[in-house]
């Protein structure tokens, strides 16, 4: 069904409203067009809120609160596209009518109003509104693509992490399962009378409990770190976050790809909470950590170097911006590796072992979605530092 076209006349003549309203009903249909009419900008503010018009007539010249008011008052509708807005003027003073487009008016008319250069005037505007109304949906449909895609990528992920995840939850669940059988032998001797050194097995059994403590801990821990990882419940929220406690999960996540071939050291600054999207930078400390684990690997295999990964974060109080780094003493990249970085599906990864959208994703979060920055340092041979700098307020 086609959209009905809202427009809203204000001007403190009736009847120059009353010729405009006739004007546009000769060349609109009700179906086609509804229109409203207000006589200052008081009642046009007014009007708005509740009529909500696509298309404002809107006279310049007008007593209290003038057309230049209330394109002020509108802007930021104005701005977003929200709403067209056609200026009347009886004058031609360009000064006037160049401050209207500056705050955002797409035309103009002058009195006395004639049937041509209105009409003309208001079917541009109708095709503007339709050209952003259908801007404004594919830009929905980008962005859901967009969140699909990096849900996508952090479950393929997590989906090549999961026999590491099981070994990781399998260790503690084998010696909780040793110590339950021993507990279970000590009972039994215990009841039969063949357990005599009473002190003995009191210590013995304190010393299950802290393993069992501690077997039931670790599982708790990486479940948790899980679940924090791989959410899709806030896929869009934007709530205060850990960024330590996410290098955290990360960490926790992603154990099994790094723990036998670098050494990953911890350097953190107590940084204060941001306002950020954490499934989504998560993603961003994943695509990293995994890459550096990669490339120590290559490395490994190349001269046999021992593999380091130092994290480090740190606060920029005069920014009021959150550092973080990574740095790996892996391969490396060259010049040309550096500039492609952020390429889709650009990988330097056999074929199959990686979709090339990660490092573009990752720039997609931190810059676009964050207004934070990304950079990378590297030199073939000598590892890579990753920079991610993210703002602590509200992007």
Known sequence: MKETIKVLIVDDSKLIRMTIRDLLNTHFTPQEMQIEMAEDGDQALALFGTYEPNIILLDIMMPK????????????????????????TGMGDDQTLSKCFDLGASDFISKPIQDVAL??????????????????RL????????NQMVQAEKMAAVGQLAAGIAHEINNPVGYISSNIHTLKKYYQNWKSGKNQHIFDLDTDIQEIFEDLAFGVDRIKEIV????????IDNISEINQF????????????????????????????????IYANGGKINQVFLNILINAADAIKSAQEEDGRTGQIRIETKY???????EIKFVDNGTGMDEETLQRLYNPFFTTKPVGSGTGLGMSLSYDIVVHEHKGKIMAKSELGNGTEFTVLLPVGKA
């Open 65 to 88: 609160v003038d057309g230049i008011e209330v394109l002020m008052h509108l802007q930021e509708r104005i701005l977003k596209g929200e709403v067209q807005t056609i200026m009347i």
């Open 316 to 322: 920029i109080s005069q920014d009021e911006t959150v």
């Open 139 to 146: 830009n929905q449909e980008l962005t859901l693509a967009k």
């Open 224 to 231: 948790d770190s899980l679940r924090s990882f791989s959410r």
């Open 242 to 273: 850990d960024v330590e406690q996410g290098i955290r999960d990360t960490l926790n996540v992603a154990r099994h790809r790094y723990k036998y071939i670098a050494d990953v050291q911890i350097e953190f600054g107590n940084v204060p909470l």
């Open 119 to 136: 009409t003309s005037r208001l079917k541009g505007a109708i095709r503007q509104h339709h050209l952003i109304q259908s801007l404004n």
